[in-house]
């Protein structure tokens, strides 16, 4: 049974600070990892990695993938307040054969809290 | 541009009665179409998919069902809802070749 595993559960830090959310997986036919932001609503994408030890960066966010170890890292440098949400981590995968559909398994997600 | 809309955004319904809750996209041809239901707390558990009109695969089995009579519509339903069924439904869409998927707003359905 795929398997996507993120750590740590919950992580309340002060602004300014850095932070690391992690996410190990076990999945068959693994095609990619991404990373999702979810505040209250619906999860807005941040990031897709294919390939691992190549950085993806988006101003203060910048996400990692070790095919090896099956494991990505997300990192948030000078954390604020509006960072505060849950981060989710995906793997995508091929539903079917033959199709074009392909499945995301979720995490259970980082919830982060950024204090002022 | 791409959009993704669903409705209700909120909806509390008694156990036994009937469901039915839309999504649409907009801005884009043959998208693969997700329903995910997440529990509080928890990650996105994915319930069917569909690659095409009238193409829907299932996969938790459940009292739900879902059907998408048109290209960009995806509606998913139930005939008796359970106190189980509460939680945050979210439709989502992806074009082909692409593994991201985009989320609409979502439903936050509680059943009583």
């Known amino acids: 049974e795929d398997k996507v595993v993120q750590s740590p559960l919950s992580l309340v830090v002060h602004e300014g600070d850095t932070v690391t959310l992690n996410c190990s997986y076990e999945?068959?036919?693994?095609?990619?990892l991404l990373w999702y932001k979810q505040e209250k609503k619906a999860p807005t994408f941040l990031f897709m990695l294919?390939?691992?030890?190549i950085e993806k960066k988006s101003g203060r966010l910048s996400s990692i993938l070790d095919k090896k170890e099956l494991f990505s890292i997300l990192n948030i440098t000078a954390t604020q307040t509006g960072d505060s949400a849950v981060y989710l981590c995906?793997?995508?995968?091929?539903?079917?054969?033959?199709?074009?559909?392909?499945?995301?398994?979720f995490g259970s997600g980082t919830q982060l809290t950024v204090l002022p | 541009s791409q959009t993704i809309h669903q409705w209700p955004a909120t909806l509390v319904q008694p156990v036994g009665s009937p469901l039915s809750l839309e999504c649409t996209v907009e801005g884009t041809s043959n998208p693969n179409l997700y329903w995910y239901r997440q529990a509080a707390g928890r990650g996105l558990q994915l319930l069917f998919y569909?690659?095409?009109?009238?193409?829907i695969s299932s996969e938790v089995p459940q009292n739900l069902s879902a059907s998408r009579p048109q290209d960009r519509q995806f509606i998913l339903s139930s005939k008796k809802l359970l106190l189980s069924d509460s939680g945050f439904y979210l439709c989502?869409?992806?074009?082909?070749?692409?593994?991201?998927?985009?989320f609409g707003p979502g439903t936050r359905l509680t059943v009583t």
């Open positions: 999945v068959t036919n693994f095609r990619s």
């Open positions: 569909s690659i095409g009109i009238d193409q």
């Open positions: 995906a793997v995508a995968r091929d539903l079917i054969s033959s199709g074009s559909a392909r499945q995301l398994t």
């Open positions: 294919t390939s691992s030890g």
């Open positions: 989502a869409w992806r074009s082909g070749g692409r593994d991201e998927q985009y």
